[in-house]
């Protein structure tokens, strides 16, 4: 019975732990550059199709449903755009490309590492006197800390630009009106909360899913529940990581 | 060709980098590389300007609001304004605040200056145009229309009030002459009515006269016109006449001006008097000569008989 009720405390802390050993062994990234960049590519580069798309998407639902409930003579049209634009600088872009990540490279990490675990390979590594958590999970939560915020841009010009697109196309406002609107209300904090936000969310994805595959136990059944454990509570926490960082810096 | 991993995560974070910092400039609304300047615009009221509104001279937009800030020693409205390089704002030019905050479209217009003025240097003060807009004017009016109004109404209430008593005090000079008013109306009336029978015989006579004359004016149509051009004509002549007249009263006057000067034979008679002098003397030696002959004609009459009969 206090068991249960200390386990998230004892998760907590050996999370805490693996990630402060996976930092520690920083200095040792020139051993692991070349993994470093395998993971950028695979988590970053190998994701922005993926990302670009759910964003697309965003942006022109957005604008289209922006445009539907503004749909009043008294209020000018380009503030369909002064609501687009930084609605997916603030919250669209960085939450959606978030969510996708989680399914997409936080399932894959778990499932790497948990593999790894359940067919011992970890321990051969650690037989071999390398570091395991600097080798394996430093690399790929570093790729993740550097490669969202690429994401983050992608999905802010594929969703905005879509969003213009779409008010066009769809005869809503025109570019003018929404560039007109856009720029009315721009302002730096947007974009810059926009940024903090993809590198905690890199930093979440990652990290949760090295930690949920590190310690993954019991043949493939284990692997299966760290893989859904992992994303699951990526998305639970880019959801707390938002709220945190929308209160703390507007 | 087999990229290496290095390779792709370096332009895709290089590019990611370019595409946040183009965007940002883009939304910011500053061209890209750096072509624009900043110049200042001192107001009273902000009017709910805050930074990226639009500049806008003539309505086109020609920048944006940078930075909006109270100068607290002045008390004015310090606006640093970015403005593209492109259009030329001409010295003499004067900005001002204009639009409504509640419907996000606050701008500061700029009312160009002589087209033939240099452009304006960067970094210079535009003077403000204050309450550019009719509505601001108004709202700045409305306290002292409000308090004239109010001053106008109540002025209205009292001399009402005064009306009021006068007219309703009996012994009031105001009623009094009401009463002589409705006194003279009443007898007006009475008169009217005894004498309506003798109005309108007059107006019947007055009619009938007026039509006799249009008759006769109508028959003697043809006399009248000549009788009138005649008397043109004769008028005419008279004038030709009184000219004439004019002329030999100026030849008179010549005349009398040189009979004055003494000039010519007939100034000379006049005022020359030795010619009556002699005339006199003459005149009495003629009268001693006859005296001589009346005492003694025979002296005279001696010498004067052709005839010697006797």
């Given at each position: ?27 040792e990234?020139?051993?692991y550059w070349?993994?470093l960049?395998i ?6 580069i ?9 964003a ?5 639902v ?29 919250e ?14 936080g ?8 593999t790894?675990?359940v067919s ?25 800390i ?20 779409t008010?066009?196309i ?11 609107g ?12 926009g ?21 993954t136990?019991g ?5 299966g ?8 509570l ?10 945190l960082?929308?209160m703390?810096?507007? | 060709m ?6 792709k995560?370096g332009a ?11 965007g ?20 009273d ?8 509104n639009p ?6 937009k ?13 008390q ?21 605040v ?18 033939d ?6 970094g ?24 004239k ?27 009094q002459t ?42 003697n149509g ?7 051009r005649r008397l ?9 006449g ?11 006057d ?11 034979t ?5 005022n ?12 009495t ?5 006859l ?5 003694d004609?025979?002296r ?11």
């Amino acid at each position: 019975m206090l068991d249960s009720l200390l386990a998230p405390f004892r998760a907590l802390g050996q999370y805490a732990i693996l990630i402060g050993r996976a930092f520690a062994s920083v200095n040792e990234i020139r051993m692991y550059w070349k993994n470093l960049f395998i993971q950028m590519v695979r988590i970053g580069i190998d994701s922005v199709p993926i990302v670009a798309l759910a964003a697309a998407f965003s942006g022109a639902v957005l604008t289209v449903q922006t445009a539907y409930q503004l749909e009043t003579p008294f209020i000018p049209k380009t503030i369909i755009g002064s609501i687009v634009a930084p609605s997916i600088m603030l919250e669209l872009g960085v939450v959606v490309a978030g969510f996708i990540l989680a399914g997409r490279v936080g399932a894959r990490i778990a499932a790497e590492l948990g593999t790894m675990r359940v067919s011992e390979q970890i321990d051969a590594l650690e037989v071999m006197g390398l570091n395991s958590v600097g080798f394996l999970i430093l690399p790929r939560v570093l790729a993740g800390i550097v490669m969202f915020p690429v994401l983050y841009v992608v999905s802010c010009v594929v969703g905005i630009g879509t969003g213009i697109f779409t008010g066009h196309i769809g005869g809503f406002l025109s570019v003018s009106e929404f560039l007109e609107g856009a720029r009315q209300f721009f302002q730096l904090l947007d974009p810059f909360i926009g940024f903090i936000k993809s590198v905690a969310f890199g930093f979440i994805v990652t990290s949760i899913a090295c930690y949920k595959g590190y310690y993954t136990g019991g043949g493939a059944v284990g692997v299966g529940d760290s893989t859904t454990q992992a994303a699951v509570l990526s998305c639970v926490f880019i959801l707390v990581a938002d709220l945190l960082v929308a209160m703390l810096l507007l | 060709m087999q990229y290496s991993n290095e390779l792709k995560v370096g332009a895709a974070i290089i590019l990611a980098a370019l595409a946040a910092f183009a965007g940002i400039r883009f939304f910011q609304n500053v061209p890209l590389f750096g072509s624009s300047y900043a110049l200042y615009a001192e107001f009273d009221d902000a009017n709910g300007l805050v930074s990226g509104n639009p500049v806008r001279m003539k309505g086109v937009k020609v920048g944006s609001v940078e930075r909006v800030r109270l100068d607290p020693k002045t008390q004015t409205v310090r606006v640093q304004l970015k403005l593209e390089r492109g259009p030329t704002i001409p010295e003499g030019s004067r900005a001002s605040v204009s639009g409504i905050s509640a419907l996000g479209g606050v701008h500061v217009s700029i009312a160009p200056g002589p087209r033939d003025n240099p452009p304006i240097s960067p970094g210079s003060t535009l003077p403000s145009l204050e309450s550019s807009s009719s509505l601001g004017r108004l709202t700045d009016q409305a306290p002292a229309l409000a308090s004239k109004a109010d001053s106008v109404l109540r002025n209205t209430s009292a001399t009402m009030a005064t009306l009021n008593r006068l007219i309703s005090r009996p012994d009031s000079d105001l009623r009094q002459t009401l009463t002589a008013l409705r006194g003279m109306t009443n007898d007006l009336e009475e008169v009217t009515e005894a004498e309506k029978a003798t109005i309108r015989r007059l107006l019947q006579n007055l009619e009938a006269v007026s039509g006799d004359l249009r008759a006769f004016t109508g028959e003697n149509g043809d006399s009248l016109d000549v009788a009138v051009r005649r008397l043109n004509q004769s008028l005419g002549r008279l004038n030709r006449g009184l000219s004439s007249f004019e002329k030999t009263s100026a030849t008179l006057d010549t005349i009398t001006t040189k009979l004055n000067n003494g000039t010519g034979t007939a100034g000379r008679l006049l005022n020359d008097p030795s010619l009556y002098m002699k005339l006199d003397s003459a005149a009495t030696r003629t009268n001693t000569l006859l005296e001589d002959f009346r005492q003694d004609p025979g002296r005279y009459l001696e010498d004067l008989t052709l005839v010697k009969v006797f």
